[in-house]
Every structure is written in C-alpha cells, then in structure tokens.
C-alpha cells in the first residue's frame, strides 16, 4: 500500500507506473470541511528522513466524494480513504458522509490528531479515547476499518487493544514521530509550525520494534509502515507480523518506490521457494517463544 500523505489520491501517480498493480492506495488525510494546512516551510530533509508538518491539507470530505471517488470507481486497486478530525462527532459525520460511496473500499482512521475538547492531546495517546475514536467510526460506516497508531504513547499495545475491541477491523502503524529543526540564521525553529513528524528510514528500526510488539498482541490484521524504502525493509515488518506494508517517504524521492517494493517482493519469494506470503507473516515472532521458552527452561540459580 501507499502511505497516507505521500501519494496524493493516488491519480497524481498514474504516469508513473502500473498503480493498479499494487495492494490499495491510501489517499491523503480528509477531513469534513477543506484545509489549508500549516504555514510555510512544511517540510524539510533530515539525516535519512523528512519532518514534515503539512498539516491536513486536504480538499474535504464533499470533494473528494464528488471529484475522486468516481475516477477510484474504475480502478481495480482498492482506495482506502485516510480520515482526520478535530473531534469524535468530526470522525464519525466524516465516516458516515463516505459510507457506501463507489471507489472507496476501506477508511484509515488517523488517531494522531489533537482532541480539541480534550485540551489538545492526540486521541491515540490514551486508550480510552482511541477507543472512542473507533468506536464512533465502526458505528458510522459499514466499510472496513483500519486504525492507524500514533508511537506517541505509553504502551502502544494497550492502545492496540483497544481499538481491536472497540471494533477495528485492522491496524495500521505507525504514524511520524513529533521532531523538530532550527534554522541557525534566523534563530527560529526551520518549520512554520514549530515542530513537525519525522518519518522514513530514520524510524524504521523503532517502528519495527512497535509493529512486531503490536502483531503479538491482537489477532486482528496489522499494517507495517515507518522506513520502508526496499523489498527488505518490508519483509522485515512482514516477519515481524506485518500482514500488509504501506511505503510512504521512500516514494518522495523515487515516486516508484511502491511498485518497487512489490516486485522485489516477489522476486524475494520465488527465490526462497516460498508460494504464499502467509507463510512468512509473524514467523520472527517464533524468536519471541523460543527466546520465553528457554528462560523457564532455564535452570534457577
Ligand atoms: C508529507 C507527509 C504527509 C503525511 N500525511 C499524512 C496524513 O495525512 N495522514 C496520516 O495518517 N499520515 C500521514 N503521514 C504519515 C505517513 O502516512 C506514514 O505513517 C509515516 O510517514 C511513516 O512512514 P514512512 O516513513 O514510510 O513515510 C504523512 C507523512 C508525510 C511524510
């Protein structure tokens, strides 16, 4: 898949190459109403990343209905539409305007927005209000769900859990990791907005580490994403437990990024012998048992 942000409403791609080929297109975040986002500079590189802090800038909900659905409708590669709010009733009027729109086959639900109501914490730092959040949305649509993490709390399988329990039907993670630069001349932070998300290879091995510790914990599908720039770095998060893999910052500076990872995923596969994918999603968890295992085994001192 494409990562939400990084991949416009994926018809911006489709000189580039084959965007039906690929697993589904995760399009910008939308909110109900259109934003402008965040001043100027919004994004700048970092050592082996970007911060950015675009800030939602999205077309809203009746546009994206009205000017992209019916072109996605035509497409065989499914469009997951990623979702933003300021509010719970925000999420859900947003989840309900998109229910049972042709071209829309799923919604991403991005937890990492400030709860306005709440003084500004992001929803998906505590459990209980990502819960909410899901909750909300499951009862507004009838189209799958996945919800995508934010790293930016204190045990990311606890909000996990409580999201699959609150009816999840997937999850997604991991979002930008909150950063910032300062530009030496001018004395002031480089991005408009003060601070911003970093993401791509820098965070790769951390979101790794959250993937790997969030597939032990539910039994619903997870969605690795944080880094992946080759076919490697995706099989990684797929033995870690990944179902699926979103490429998001690789394909800023190669727009092919995607379609790259998928056919060296391929090639990966035919050259270890290996017919279907399932046969390697969660197997690096067997090191987690094992690793367990040999502890209680292990004689007491
Ligand atoms: C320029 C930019 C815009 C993004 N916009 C969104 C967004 O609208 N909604 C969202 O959930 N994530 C957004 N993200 C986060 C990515 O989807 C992804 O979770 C994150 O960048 C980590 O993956 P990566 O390292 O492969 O980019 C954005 C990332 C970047 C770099």
């Known amino acids: ?50 911060l950015n802090s675009i800030g939602l800038q999205n077309i ?7 000017d992209k659905a019916p072109i996605w409708a035509g497409w065989r590669v499914p469009v997951i539409v990623n979702i933003a709010g300021d509010t719970v009733d925000e999420y859900a009027e947003t989840a309900s305007k998109l229910n049972g729109v042709a071209g829309i086959s799923a919604l991403e639900v991005n937890i990492s927005c ?24 499951k ?26 329990a609150a009816g999840a039907d997937a999850i997604s993670l991991v979002n930008t990791f909150k950063g910032m630069a300062i530009d030496t001349t001018r004395r ?3 991005l408009g907005n003060l601070t911003g998300g970093l993401s791509g290879p820098a965070i790769r091995p951390i979101a790794l ?7 032990a914990a539910v039994d619903i599908p997870v969605v690795g994403c944080g880094g992946i720039t ?11 437990g990944a179902t699926a893999v979103q490429v998001g910052t690789a394909g800023l500076s190669n727009p092919r990024a995607p379609i790259e990872v998928l056919d060296g995923i391929e090639k990966f596969l035919a ?27 292990r004689p007491a001192r």
């Open 1 to 50: 898949m494409t990562a939400s942000g990084t991949f416009g409403y994926g018809t911006e791609y489709q000189h580039q190459f084959d965007i039906q080929r690929l697993g589904a297109i995760v399009c910008k975040g939308t909110t109900l109403k259109p934003r402008d986002g965040n001043p100027q500079p919004r994004i700048t590189e970092t050592p082996c990343g970007v």
């Open 60 to 66: 809203g909900t009746e546009a994206l209905i009205r």
């Open 114 to 137: 400030p709860n306005i109501k709440a003084g500004g914490a992001e929803f998906g730092t505590t459990p209980p209000s990502a819960a909410e959040v899901t909750q909300a949305v």
């Open 139 to 164: 009862k507004a649509t009838s189209l799958p769900i996945l919800v995508k993490l934010t790293p930016h709390t204190e045990d990311i399988t606890k909000v996990a859990l409580a999201v699959a």
């Open 188 to 190: 002031r932070p480089l």
């Open 209 to 215: 580490y959250l993937v790997y510790q969030v597939a």
């Open 230 to 240: 080759t076919a490697s770095d995706a099989i990684e998060f797929i033995m870690a």
């Open 271 to 297: 050259s270890q012998g290996i017919e279907r994918i399932t046969e390697i999603i969660g197997v690096a968890q067997l090191a987690r048992s094992h690793q367990a295992q040999s502890r209680r085994e």
